[in-house]
């Protein structure tokens, strides 16, 4: 049970002009895991999470979501089949308030009468409810954080993609951030799949890594073999002749 | 709390001027001029409050206003003098004439993704092309008036002798397209339209349904109207391609934004207060000083923009933000 599969991508390719932003990806993600993506800039995470939402159509491959073809669906039908993401670049939702954000996420499974209970229950696990009144434009960067978060898992998706939630965070921000994951990831079954640069949370947090390198998925395998392996290492940092050599010259 | 607070204060606001505006035919009864002065304020009242839907609650800069103004007024108009059918059914009809052209235009403009100042030139292009269109289709519109036939008193052809029953007829609109804006504002499709508004991309990952929900925006828009279009040409008793009007449209766009984009009651507050300024002083000050009403109307207009860009109406909303600047301000010393 633990080991089904929920999402799938095979051989899913996007191109933009010349470059190659994803290439052949072959990834599957097994449900109430808690899955890393990491990669150097420019590696294609963020262009993978377009392609899992619907926000972009690959040009080769395919998605599979529980066993449902998602490759060219909209962005709105496959939040209503269980898959929502949060942005790099938080965008909010300025005019609103917090509990309307919230809200707004929280009609996707719910009617006009269950809706509120929702709210209320994600405003209460992600302990916004001191600033529920307050407009999302007032907001400080960690709790406008925290509300894309709360506002995505009130949609009730089965996967959750986070996009550098933990950016800009300070050291304890993120602690905090990361048991709030865990916790969310262990009471609701939600399937988290990160995208981090902040490797403190990605080591901490993440039951299993995939590496991404020019649009490759180069490693793949748990954060203590991702750690020690070769290509990561010089996808990060270069290869060592390389290093060495602009060392002494 | 404060959110209770805040409805109570818009309820009695809007009690208040609805006590006041039925009375209104007592005091300039005497006048029909002027009580065609402030029906005119009110049919702007009525189209921005309208407006709000599509430009304040979804975000579209929408400059088609009179685009469905006309088209209501041409389909009741029209079945009225050449089948002597009613205008309150034809009025109906009108708004749902407006709809399917706003279906029409509405569905190839979301589907490619036009959207802000794109939007806005695409239907300030509308009402334009509409103006030629009945201009020259002479079975229906061409470069006359057409006059809609005379009766002192007759309710099936809703022509009246005076204007005050077209004033309670436009003020019923008002309270209906109020209605609408409001229950619309406290409902799923309120809050999915407001979300869009600020954010389509974020909105539609969160499994909002961008294209209906401004789809269904814009055919509440339409038919509101469409319908006041009808009761209008009824008013003037005529029907010109020139109810077609570009400028109007953008007039009342405005309106909705220096009332305040998204509240219920600003494009009303904002109607009230510039049009019925400018109605007031171009009948007072026309005689004298013609083109002044428009030098005052332009001032108070860029003072609203100056001291108050989110709107009139926000005077009477009040947010506790003390709380979060101090947040802000944690926030960076940390």
């Known amino acids: 049970m633990l080991s089904e599969q929920i999402l799938k991508t095979s051989k899913l390719t996007k191109r933009f002009g ?87 996420g929280a009609y996707n499974r719910r009617g006009e009468e269950e809706v509120q209970n929702k709210v209320d229950w994600a405003l209460e696990f992600f302990e916004l409810e001191d600033i529920r009144d307050y407009k999302c434009s007032d907001l400080g960067l960690s709790s406008l954080r925290k509300v894309e978060v709360a506002r995505a898992a009130a949609t009730e998706p089965e996967l959750l993609l986070l996009d550098e939630v933990g950016a800009g965070l300070t050291a304890t921000e993120l602690l905090k951030l990361m048991s709030e994951l865990k916790r969310l990831n262990e009471e609701t079954k939600i399937t988290l799949c990160v995208v981090e640069h902040v490797m403190q949370m990605v080591m901490g947090l993440c039951e299993r890594i995939f590496v991404l390198d020019a649009g490759e998925l180069i490693a793949k395998g748990i954060p203590s073999e991702i750690s020690n392996n070769q290509r990561v290492i010089e996808a990060y940092l270069g290869r060592r002749s390389y290093s060495e050599s602009s060392s002494t010259g | 709390m404060n959110r209770k607070k805040n409805h109570n204060l818009e309820n009695l606001l809007l009690l208040f001027f609805l006590v006041i505006a039925l009375f209104v035919p007592l005091i300039f009864g005497s006048n029909q001029y002027n009580i065609l002065l402030v029906t005119t304020v009110l049919i702007y009242g009525v189209m921005a409050t309208s407006w709000n839907i599509i430009g304040g609650l979804a975000g579209q800069l929408d400059l088609a206003s009179f685009a469905y103004l006309g088209l209501g007024a041409f389909t009741s108009s029209t079945l009225f003098i050449r089948f002597n059918f009613t205008p309150w059914i034809g009025m109906i009809l009108g708004g749902l004439v407006a709809v399917a052209f706003a279906l029409l235009i509405g569905f190839p403009l979301f589907r490619f993704r036009i959207r802000e100042v794109w939007y806005a030139l695409t239907t300030c292009a509308l009402v334009e092309i509409l103006k030629v269109v009945f201009n020259m289709w002479e079975e229906v519109g061409g470069p006359v008036e057409r006059f809609l036939p005379y009766f002192s008193g007759s309710l099936y052809h809703m022509r009246f002798g005076s204007y005050v029953p077209y ?78 009007n570009g400028q109007e449209s953008i007039k009342i766009a405005i309106l909705g934004i220096v009332g305040g984009r998204g509240i219920t009651y600003g494009p009303l507050l904002a109607a009230l207060l510039l049009v019925g300024t400018q109605e007031f002083l171009r009948a007072s000050l026309g005689g004298e000083v013609s083109g002044l009403y428009l030098v005052i109307y332009s001032v108070i207009l860029i003072l609203v923009v100056l001291f108050k860009p989110s709107g009139i109406a926000t005077f009477f909303q009040y947010r506790n933000k003390k709380p979060a600047k101090q947040e802000v301000k944690k926030k960076s010393v940390v």
């Open chain 1, 18 to 104: 010349n470059l190659t932003a994803v290439n052949q990806v072959d990834l599957e993600i097994k449900k109430e895991e808690i899955i890393g993506l990491i990669g150097p800039n420019g590696a294609g995470k963020t262009t993978f999470f377009n392609l899992i939402t619907g926000l972009e159509i690959p040009d080769e491959g395919q998605v599979i979501f529980k066993g449902t073809n998602i490759t060219t669906m909209s962005p709105h039908a496959i939040c209503k089949l269980g898959i929502s993401r949060t942005f790099q670049v938080a965008k909010s939702f300025t005019e609103m308030s917090v509990e309307e954000a919230i809200r707004v």
């Open chain 2, 167 to 244: 004033y309670y007829l436009i003020l019923g609109m008002l309270v209906i397209a109020l209605l609408v804006n409001s229950r619309i504002a406290r409902s799923k499709l309120g809050f999915y339209l407001k979300a869009l508004g600020e954010d389509e991309t974020a909105a539609e990952v969160l499994g909002v349904n961008t294209r209906a929900c401004k789809l269904r925006a814009l055919v509440y828009y339409a038919f509101l109207i469409g319908v006041t279009g009808a009761i209008y040409a009824n008013i003037y008793g005529y029907v010109h391609p020139s109810f077609f």
